[in-house]
């Protein structure tokens, strides 16, 4: 239906924009289009039948970048890895003149088995499928480039944050406990993970959008995934923390207490991946030229502002459009709504107890608030091209946290030297093999020489004789590089003489201070929906002692968030156990009161047969033109108007619900047509008034002009009400609900909210 409409792709990409592996986007911006386009090429009403070269990808897509499996840029175009020439063949380049039919003895069998392509075929299909990730296997990414500020240059030598590098990227989104089929909006801790392709070598940050981990020691985190994941017994429920096993064990176990509180409030849903901070999470150790040291925590954070979904919203959301994070990005970046974040640290010194204002910097349980330790702007993230094929890509790219370049360093936090372990143990079986740093997307963009040989899927093609060192048969090569000459040199660290134990420091036994400063640097709203995800979560436990182990938990961070909790549940609310100290509030983990850019959003506009079809095609055009997308909605597909200026409809009234858009829109008919435009279909509609009782409940900017004021009041959204915007002019009726998408929610719609 909509997606004809402003289709200006066309299938003739130009092919040098394939070939180049620039981390430039390969798509200029097409305004007007909606997009979701599913290929390059609007298919014929009737099968093709004309032979042809395969299509070209659409030109929002690109591939990883064409170089070796050594890391030598090949030349060859980007397409050079897609499939090629315009008949069907086996995989030996034999063309085939039947692929619907098995080789029979006649019409009606028996099958042969000399029927090379038969098996073939379905040999191939048996094998489609790889492990999952054991987390984190749910997600989609983006390729993008990142641009170095040079304000980092004086504390690390990274080459990639030099001012004005740009190093291509991949960025893979993910939820933590859901298979790679659940939904997208579930509550979860998301995982932010970076491929940097700099000249010296691969970085990865490999960090979640939550800054405090559950646990303090790596060893544990088996323990935690299995109380997260499904029941084992029944594998009920999938991709959610709300069941006995996880609340079980966080009950018990209260170093994740911080955690838990990020994954309660609004953290755990976020509208979109655009609009997520994200986190390093463990202190990082920065290394100049000269070789001093700083210690350091990575963010990111979003142009786009933090915002977040309700709870109820990422419910429906769960059921109506499973994909809606993947979709939102993809979408955002076909539409050229470049996705970006800027990259900054907290930068700390030094010291021999690696503590900064009494924060335990290797306890990757607690956060340094920003107001003690501003983040300091270092470069630009910019996601600008979609992947060409998900498995290919998405699904095999390999990150690992021990993927470090000269000038980035490790500090001792032991979660931190666990993950060191895991990741490249459990890519060997995940990617079947040691030789997945071969596959396209892993394949550094520097040059490759590490004597390691052979192995399953081996796809270089090594000379000489000598992998090993010292040798003279291959003239010595390949040769060490000191400093001097870029070689990645660990930063000598002392370590201190001590026993071998099975222990935490004493620093790492507070618990709950860091749970009660997030509590408190939380808005009454904020707070509200915190009480209620606890309520939500710890309601779905079959045993109450379970829930009166976390009561305890949370009577220990705040007495109110418990009682408010402990009401819901029906439950009497503990007294606290422990004393916790009250921390100074730090705004800056609030995400509400702040004004953002509102590119990407979504708005819907209600048309029917009363509208004003002109002002509607205005406000059409002005959405687009300001980044964001309008998808019409009306009574019925097709189109609406004449033929000469005809108006695409995306949705229906059966096909919309409210939780696909920001903001919602009335196009009422013109005033002068007195009552006959009040009866428009819209506004006896019951879809309509859900669409809008639902969003009005969610706190979204709602507008109409003309008659539009019945078909809102029908649903309950009065003029008057916040957020609730009516006029005659539709262009400024716009201007408004766009003014008030800047702060994401319509905040005092909410007798909690801030005023
Ligand atoms: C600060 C703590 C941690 C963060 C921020 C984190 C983040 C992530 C992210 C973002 C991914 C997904 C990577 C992708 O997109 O492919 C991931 C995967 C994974 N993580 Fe972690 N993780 C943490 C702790 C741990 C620990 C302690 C372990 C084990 C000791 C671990 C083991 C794994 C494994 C096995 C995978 C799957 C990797 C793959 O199959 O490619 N993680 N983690």
């Given at each position: 239906m909509g997606g004809a409409e402003g289709r200006h792709l066309s299938c003739t990409t130009e092919p040098e924009a394939l070939m180049?592996?620039?981390?430039?986007?390969?798509s200029p911006k097409s305004k007007g289009q909606i997009p979701?386009?599913?290929?390059?090429e609007a298919p014929s009403l009737a099968e093709p039948t004309e032979p042809r070269e395969p299509l070209a990808t659409r030109p929002d897509q690109r591939p990883p970048a064409?170089?070796?499996?050594?890391?030598?840029?090949?030349?060859?175009?980007?397409?050079?890895?897609a499939q090629s020439g315009a008949y069907l063949t086996t995989a030996q380049g034999v063309r085939l003149p039947d692929t619907d039919h098995s080789l029979k003895v006649?019409?009606?069998?028996?099958?042969?088995?000399?029927?090379h392509h038969l098996r073939e075929k379905i040999t191939h299909f048996d094998h489609e499928r790889i492990p999952e990730r054991?987390?984190?296997?749910r997600g989609a990414a983006a390729h993008g480039v990142f641009r170095g500020y040079g304000s980092a240059e004086q504390i690390t030598?990274?080459?990639?944050?030099?001012?004005d590098v740009e190093t291509p990227v991949f960025v893979r989104f993910s939820n933590v406990?859901?298979?790679?089929?659940?939904?997208?909006?579930?509550?979860d801790t998301r995982g932010f993970a970076t491929k940097f392709y700099t000249e010296q070598g691969t970085f990865d940050l490999?960090?979640?959008?939550?800054?405090?981990?559950?646990?303090?020691?790596?060893?544990?985190f088996p323990d935690i995934v299995h109380a997260a994941k499904?029941?084992?017994?029944?594998?009920?429920?999938?991709?959610?923390?709300?069941?006995d096993t996880f609340w079980d064990f966080v009950s018990l176990h209260t170093e994740a207490t911080a955690h838990v509180m990020w994954q309660m409030s609004?953290?755990?849903?976020?509208?979109s991946w655009r609009m997520m901070e994200g986190f390093g999470v463990h202190t990082f150790r920065l290394v100049n030229t000269d070789g001093e040291t700083t210690l350091a925590k990575f963010h990111w954070k979003p142009a786009a502002g933090v915002h977040s979904l309700f709870w109820e919203e990422a419910q429906m959301v769960s059921g109506v459009d499973p994909d809606f994070h993947r979709r939102d990005l993809a979408n955002a970046i076909e539409a050229g709504a470049y996705p970006e974040w800027e990259f900054g640290i907290q930068a700390f010194p030094d010291t021999d107890?690696?503590?900064f204002e009494g924060i335990d910097?290797?306890?990757?349980s607690k956060l340094v608030p920003e107001e003690l330790a501003p983040v300091q702007p270092i470069g630009r993230l910019t996601l600008n091209a979609n992947p060409t094929n998900y498995f290919a890509e998405t699904e095999q790219v390999a990150f690992h946290p021990g993927h470090l370049v000269p000038g980035i360093d490790i500090t001792d936090d032991p979660l931190l030297h666990a993950r060191l372990f895991s990741y490249l143990d459990t890519q060997l079986s995940r990617l079947g093999g040691?030789?997945?740093?071969?596959i396209p997307i892993n394949r550094p963009h520097a040059p490759i020489n590490d004597m390691l040989r052979d192995g399953m899927h081996q796809s270089a093609d090594q000379a000489g004789?000598?992998?090993?060192?010292?040798?003279?048969?291959?003239?010595?090569?390949p040769f060490t590089a000191g400093a001097g000459m870029g070689g990645y040199v660990e930063v000598p660290q002392r370590v201190t003489a001590a026993a071998k134990v099975r222990e935490s420091p004493s620093?790492?036994?507070?618990?709950?201070s860091q749970p009660r400063l997030f509590w408190l640097s939380l808005t009454p709203i904020e707070q509200e929906h915190t009480i209620e995800a606890f309520t939500f979560e710890l309601g779905k436990c079959y045993e109450t002692p379970i829930r009166q182990r976390q009561l305890q938990v949370l009577a220990n961070v705040d007495s109110a968030l418990c009682a408010g909790v402990a009401a819901g549940l029906g439950l009497p609310a503990p007294d606290a156990t422990e004393e916790v100290t009250s921390p100074r509030p730090s705004?800056?983990?609030?995400?509400?009161?702040q004004r953002w850019p509102t590119m990407g959003r979504t708005i819907g506009i209600i048309v029917d047969q009363a509208s004003d079809l002109g002002a509607v095609r205005g406000v059409k055009e002005a959405v687009t033109g300001g980044g964001m997308v309008p998808l019409i909605i009306a009574p019925r597909g097709g189109t609406l108007g004449s033929s000469a200026d005809e108006l695409v409809v995306q949705r229906t009234f059966l096909t919309?619900?409210?939780?696909?858009?920001?903001a919602i829109l009335v196009a009422g008919?013109?005033?002068?047509?007195?009552?006959d435009a009040v009866g428009g279909e819209a506004a006896g509609d019951p879809r309509v008034a859900l669409m809008l009782g639902e969003a009005f409940r969610h706190a979204k900017a709602l507008g109409g002009w003309g008659q539009a004021g019945a078909t809102l009041s029908a649903a309950?959204?009065?003029?008057?009400?916040?957020?609730?915007v009516l006029g005659q002019d539709a262009t400024q009726v716009l201007a408004q609900v766009v003014e008030l998408l800047g702060e994401h929610r319509v905040w005092a719609r909410f007798p909690a909210g801030p005023s």
């Open positions: 180049s592996p620039s981390p430039k986007s390969p979701g386009v599913p290929g390059s064409a170089v070796s499996a050594t890391g030598s840029p090949t030349g060859a175009p980007g397409t050079a890895r006649g019409a009606r069998g028996p099958t042969l088995l000399q029927d054991v987390v984190h296997a030598m990274a080459g990639f944050l030099a001012k406990v859901g298979s790679r089929g659940s939904a997208d909006t579930v509550r490999v960090g979640n959008n939550i800054p405090v981990f559950f646990i303090q020691d790596g060893i544990k499904p029941h084992p017994d029944v594998e009920i429920p999938q991709a959610q923390s709300a069941h609004d953290r755990g849903i976020p509208r107890d690696q503590t910097l290797l306890d990757p040691p030789n997945f740093a071969q004789v000598a992998p090993y060192k010292p040798n003279s048969l291959d003239g010595g090569c620093s790492y036994a507070d618990h709950l705004p800056a983990l609030s995400q509400v009161g919309a619900r409210s939780v696909e858009f920001d008919g013109p005033t002068d047509k007195g009552s309950g959204c009065d003029e008057g009400a916040p957020g609730v």
